[in-house]
């Protein structure tokens, strides 16, 4: 039996078995802007993550077999379309992300990231699904056997195998002041952290995760939003904000503006999650 845990929705924690729901959490949010806009889910309740997730499996074969793994464009301003961008322009030649059935994987196809990035996040825990395994290939996935998920192993595969450019998403205060132990060994490498899956961090780990990438997405972190809206080179996004540190992460938040034609009109009340935490 395969077993796959995710934090969604509200940061509910999922349990999904053999492609059915086991185990739905309590959400920890009532009210997401992005789930309201796109999938009409006013509130984030139990019921709502049930069909939510259950859509999920059924369009597009999440944490199944039939798992889809590319797709188009999707929000325009999301971590996995500013990777994807990155990737198509060759700013970066691969990203270490993160899929059911597979865990850390190696991926340097635009549409690959947009397509796993951006339908699932906030994965916690998986096991191997052999048919996802062989549309990815061994060779790009940490370990095949367990599908482990760890993004600072993932991120010497990577650079064990020639990259020299590589996008990197975290969501571990710990593993972002990781990575700079190993930029300090590969100094001919380059290598950007992208943090996500932010919502309900302490603040210590708010400000490590921060202090540590390069791009950071708010989620419903209001510790995030706070250091962010205080300490970043550039924001991008109202609900949803997103933020550079770096200069690197400010030029690849342009690159994606540049993409999608520019910022939209800024609103004067904007929806945000409810309640940040």
């Keep these: 039996m395969d077993e796959h845990i995710i934090e969604a929705l509200g940061k509910a924690k999922i349990v999904i078995k053999d492609g059915k729901i086991k185990e739905i959490g309590e959400a920890q949010i009532e009210y997401c802007p992005l789930f309201h806009k796109y999938r009409n889910i006013e509130k984030i309740d139990k019921k709502a993550i049930n069909e939510n997730i259950n859509f999920r499996i059924n369009d597009f074969g999440m944490c199944t077999p039939e798992r889809e793994l590319r797709m188009k464009d999707y929000l325009s301003f999301g971590i996995s379309e500013i990777i994807s961008t990155l990737l198509d322009d060759e700013i970066i030649d691969s990203a270490i992300i993160v899929c059911e059935g597979c865990g850390t994987i190696i991926i340097n196809e635009g549409e690959l990231v947009q397509g796993i990035g951006g339908r699932v996040s ?66 001919n490498v380059n290598i950007y952290s992208f943090a996500v899956h932010t919502t309900a961090l302490t603040k210590k780990d708010a400000e490590d995760l921060f202090n540590n990438s390069d791009v950071i997405t708010s989620c419903a972190s209001k510790y995030i939003r706070e250091i962010g809206d205080n300490n970043s080179l550039k924001k991008v996004g109202q609900s949803i904000p997103i933020y550079a540190r770096t200069e690197d992460g400010k030029r690849f938040l342009e690159k994606r503006l540049e993409k999608i034609g520019g910022e939209k009109s800024k609103k004067e009340n904007p929806p945000i999650p409810d309640p940040l935490i």
Excluded: C, H, R
């Design 122 to 187: 906030g994965l916690v825990k998986t096991s191997p699904i052999p048919e996802i395994i062989s549309k990815i290939g061994k060779e790009n996935i940490l370990n095949s056997k367990t599908a482990k998920i760890d993004q600072i192993e993932g991120l010497k595969l990577a650079i064990s195998k020639g990259y020299k450019n590589i996008a990197i998403t975290i969501a571990i205060a710990s593993d972002a002041i990781k990575i700079n132990e190993v930029k300090k060994e590969n100094p």
